[in-house]
């Protein structure tokens, strides 16, 4: 194999590992992760600093997790 080819297909592997959850909806990304009820917990006892948590761990941004917040009722407030 040449170190050309070799760079290609390593180069494959790091996308995918990055983009593992491309394409997905969020509760696409939470049922393939296992991290669903884990969720719904955290939303349910209004823990917003667990939700958070389990939506960067499905790669999300911080664009996309506030109007989750907002649409599950939580509310993040960083302190100054």
């Known amino acids: 194999m040449s170190i050309l080819r070799g760079y290609q297909e390593l180069t494959h592997i790091f996308n995918f590992m990055d983009n593992k959850y491309k394409g997905m909806t969020v509760n696409e990304r939470l049922w393939a992760s296992g991290l669903m009820d ?10 917003v ?24 009722g939580l509310k993040f407030e960083e302190k100054k």
């Open 38 to 47: 884990e969720f719904d917990k955290a939303v349910k006892e209004k823990d």
């Open 49 to 72: 600093i667990k939700a958070i948590w389990i939506l960067e761990k499905v790669e999300l941004t911080k664009e996309n997790i506030d109007p989750i917040l907002v649409k599950h």
